[in-house]
T-cell receptor, first 113, second 110 residues
């Protein structure tokens, strides 16, 4: 198995632009998690899905952030409009059952100038 | 409010030393506690602990959970430079929500 696949690996954009991060979970996993990691705040859970349904989005910072999971093999995290304080590494993880052993993707390093 | 606190935040030791990393938590509806190692990229799973007093071991790494005192420790014996990483502790709640600590940054000097 290729593991959790995230794209892009790095993105540099200007403030105000729309950013879309993509994730392909491990086949057969029915839970998917989006995290944001910064030096100041550590690893923060943004949202997680179970069987493609958002279960808890209380970690989503504000309305500029949205996440979708149209099918079991694909999810997106969108930031519109982006701001410099959104600069971070965004991780996607998947698990067979929610909350158990999660397998992380390599992350997307986002820089908003 | 649920919280997971790791200590120390950062640790520098010499190769061959033994280190103990701490994780304390205040979480309702506790299900399990997880330890991850994060090198340059994504966190990788180390241990899952659900019961008190049962030590999990993997090579030079071991971990134990105390559900009465609400903490866990991760021990690394005979450290090597390859152990340099951020070690993350996370608590999973019954409703499947997961809360991560900020991590301990471990650096092993040759």
């Amino acid at each position: 198995d290729a593991g959790v696949i995230q794209s892009p690996r790095h993105e540099v954009t200007e403030m105000g632009q729309e950013v879309t991060l993509r994730c392909k979970p491990i086949s057969g996993h029915n839970s998917l998690f989006w995290y944001r990691q910064t030096m100041m705040r550590g690893l923060e859970l943004l949202i997680y899905f179970n069987n493609n349904v958002p279960i808890d989005d209380s970690g989503m910072p504000e309305d500029r952030f949205s996440a979708k999971m149209p099918n079991a093999s694909f999810s997106t995290l969108k930031i519109q409009p982006s701001e410099p304080r959104d600069s971070a590494v965004y991780f996607c993880a998947s698990a067979i059952t929610g909350g158990y052993i999660q397998y992380f993707g390599a992350g997307t390093r986002l820089s908003v100038l | 409010e649920d919280k997971v606190v790791q200590s120390p935040l950062s640790l520098v030791v010499h190769e061959g030393d033994t280190v103990t990393l701490n994780c304390s938590y205040e979480v309702t509806n506790f299900r399990s506690l997880l330890w991850y190692k994060q090198e340059k990229k994504a966190p990788t799973f180390l241990f899952m602990l659900t019961s008190s007093g049962i030590e999990k071991k993997s090579g030079r790494l071991s971990s134990i959970l105390d559900k009465k005192e609400l903490f866990s420790i991760l021990n690394i014996t005979a450290t090597q430079t390859g152990d340099s990483a951020i070690y993350l502790c996370a608590v999973v709640k019954l409703e499947d929500k997961i809360i991560f600590g900020k991590g301990t940054r471990l650096h092993i000097l040759p």
